[in-house]
């Protein structure tokens, strides 16, 4: 697609449900990250994929959180055992190569809530 | 102490006024990102900067790679300017520092 296409935008959940949220990033980009920005704070670094090498996991706050990315294009990222500080939007945003001199492209978000 | 420092963190103009935004970081960067995000929208990538000076329309951003700082101004600002904006830092193959960003609500 043209763009970084999150799902869903929306997602509302009882705590102690598990759920996953996905991304396509634009083809060809081989750099994938997953941000959160919980309400009020500033975006928070996740996780971070490059190509087939082994994901930068050192954002994720806990291990209820784990992503994958499969055959180097879609990303799911997954909350086991929600709480209600997990209540964010998460953004994901591909680049065509590790941040050096080419721009991010973020998807809309997903909005997670807790109940 | 943040990595990424901006300031200020509301601001509220008039419509036509010039606005300044700015942005302090500690890391070593290879780029810095300026992000826009308008209520419950996406955010979307204004400028990326590795040194010098870009201009877009109405916004130009500075970066000034010994003192660390960056700067995105707005010139003869419009309501539809109001955003949250955001500076992120960061280095070659890691991760990025974002700031918490500078609310932005231009009265028509």
């Known amino acids: 697609g043209a763009g970084v296409s999150q799902s869903p935008s929306n997602k509302v959940t009882e705590k102690g449900k598990d759920v996953e949220l996905r991304c396509d990033p634009i083809?060809?980009?081989?750099?994938l990250y997953w941000y959160r920005q919980s309400l009020g704070q500033g975006l928070e670094f996740l996780i971070y994929?490059?190509?087939?090498?082994?994901?930068?996991k050192s954002g994720l706050p806990s291990d209820r959180f784990s992503a994958e990315r499969t055959g180097g294009s879609v990303s799911t990222l997954t909350i086991q055992r929600t709480q209600q500080e997990d209540s964010a939007v998460y953004l994901c945003?591909?680049?065509?190569?590790?941040?050096?001199?080419?721009?991010?492209?973020f998807g809309s978000g997903t909005r997670l809530t807790v109940v | 102490k943040n990595e990424v420092e901006q300031s200020p963190q509301n601001l509220t103009a008039q419509e036509g006024e010039f606005i300044t935004i700015n942005c302090s970081y500690s890391?070593?960067?290879?780029?810095l990102h300026w992000l826009q995000q308008h209520p419950g929208g996406g955010i979307v990538s204004l400028f990326m900067?590795?040194?010098g000076k870009k201009k877009h329309g109405r916004l130009i951003a500075t970066i000034n790679i010994q003192e660390k700082h960056s700067s995105l101004h707005i010139t003869a600002s419009h309501p539809r300017d109001s955003a949250v904006y955001i500076c992120?830092?960061?280095?070659?193959?890691?991760?990025?520092?974002f700031g918490t960003g500078t609310s932005l609500t231009v009265i028509p």
């Open positions: 083809s060809g980009h081989t750099a």
């Open positions: 900067l590795s040194s």
């Open positions: 994929f490059q190509g087939n090498s082994a994901p930068d």
């Open positions: 945003a591909s680049s065509p190569w590790t941040g050096t001199n080419y721009g991010y492209t």
């Open positions: 992120a830092a960061g280095e070659s193959g890691n991760q990025f520092y």
């Open positions: 890391v070593g960067i290879s780029a």
